[in-house]
């Protein structure tokens, strides 16, 4: 394990909501938002509503420019996230998960609570300086987010899909030359 459990389901939850901003769009219905926190699932308030679709789809491109940002300008996006939210520590243990702090009260809108977490998480790899574990996919076409989390830092592709595919042409390319 690189970072702690909840750092890595942060940065798991953030590089999600991300990449489904790629084509095509897959954040688009109050279903799919509903698929998103099924998939990486957040403790507190949930509204279901056409209000909240739109804040996650809003916090998008902001979330992948402070994921990808070199590491000092990574610190300003967090402190600017820091200083517009209101923050309320507190060690919280659930769901199997062991003490961990939540920096912000399960009423705050789900939104502004993964910008916290993401915030909370990316502080993590800033000291640590592992930002380089968060890169643009290798697929030439994909745009996405990968997040190696890998003790080898293996991961080079934001999904298995993009992984094979260029294992299939790396395969094709070797035979051709033969
Ligand atoms: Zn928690
Ligand atoms: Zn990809």
Not at 32 to 51: S, W
Request: glycine residues 2%; charged residues 30%.
């Amino acid at each position: 394990m690189i970072f702690t459990d909840d750092t890595e389901d942060a940065l798991r939850a953030a590089v999600g909501l991300v990449n489904s901003a790629e084509d095509p769009d897959s954040l688009t219905t109050r279903a799919e938002a509903d698929a998103f926190v099924a998939q990486y699932p957040y403790t507190g308030r949930i509204d279901h509503d056409d209000a909240e679709l739109a804040a996650l789809r809003a916090l998008r491109p902001r979330l992948r420019a402070m994921l990808l940002a070199p590491r000092d300008e990574m610190a300003e996006h967090v402190n600017a996230a820091l200083s517009e939210v209101t923050l309320t520590a507190q060690l919280r243990r659930h769901d199997g998960l062991d003490w961990h702090l939540h920096a912000i009260a399960d009423d705050r809108p789900l939104a502004e609570r993964i910008l916290v977490e993401t915030v909370m998480a990316l502080t993590d790899v800033i000291r640590s300086d592992e930002g380089s574990r968060i890169t643009i996919c290798a697929d030439d076409t994909c745009e996405a987010l990968a997040l190696d989390l890998s003790r080898n830092r293996s991961k080079r592709y934001c999904s298995t899909t993009c992984a094979n595919r260029n294992a299939v042409a790396a395969y094709r390319a070797r035979r051709a030359e033969a």
